[in-house]
């Protein structure tokens, strides 16, 4: 059984309970509004092509004006750290660009994510996690333990990916149990990747 469990299928039920409203808004954003103004079927027909003509998304702009105007101004380091390492780890991590992403993300759906996970050089990379496929579970005292990402993989229909991130490794298994952890099958290509950090490697942001 896999550690705090419990904690694990209640962040994965959280995940699926937001996707309805989760993909409705990405789905205003892109411009496919749900627009039922026509008062007859008559009234669709001789005119419903001139609403879809002169129809002008104004949602991003909406998501702009806020999500522009956050930055990250500092960032404080367990037990201190040099400025130029940091500022160096800054730039590779290429944060300036990131972190419009995930304001972005955060002002259109309620929340982003940020996990850092080292790539195949050992580079720090901190990478947007999408409202809809990621969550951090908490123990009962309030304390984070772990960060779920739970998505269905393009041409999949009856199962799902599941990632769990702990302070000390990641767990990879494909899932079939909806909301349970009890029914997972660990990946066959690393199940189990330690975690260099030693910390919980993602943070939350809500709008």
């Known amino acids: 059984m896999i550690e705090n469990a419990v904690h694990v299928a209640a962040a994965i039920q959280r995940i699926r309970d937001r996707s309805v409203a989760t993909k409705l808004a990405r789905e ?9 103004l026509l008062a007859s079927d008559g009234f669709k027909e001789l005119y419903g092509q001139l609403f879809d003509t002169f129809r002008v998304n104004m ?13 990250v101004q500092a ?46 050089r050992g580079d720090v990379r901190v990478r947007v996690q999408r409202s809809d496929a990621f969550e951090i579970a908490y123990d009962d005292e309030g304390e984070a333990v772990a960060g779920v990402k739970f998505w269905t993989p393009a ?7 599941l990632a769990i991130y702990y302070a000390d490794r990641v767990e990879r298994y494909w899932a079939s149990g909806g909301t349970s952890v009890s029914n997972l099958v660990p990946l066959p290509e690393d199940p189990v990747e330690p975690n260099p950090s030693g910390l919980l490697p993602c943070v939350e942001l809500r709008w």
């Open 75 to 120: 960032v404080d380091v367990a037990g201190g750290a040099d400025d130029g390492d940091l500022a160096s780890t800054w730039r590779r991590a290429r944060f300036d660009a990131v972190q419009i992403e995930a304001h972005r993300e955060a002002v259109l759906t309620g929340r982003s994510f940020l996990l850092v996970w080292p790539n195949s």
């Open 28 to 36: 205003y954003d892109a411009g496919r509004h749900r627009l039922n």
């Open 155 to 161: 041409g999949e229909t009856t199962r799902q990916r």
């Open 59 to 71: 949602c991003p702009q909406v998501v702009a004006a806020f999500s522009d105007r956050l930055i």
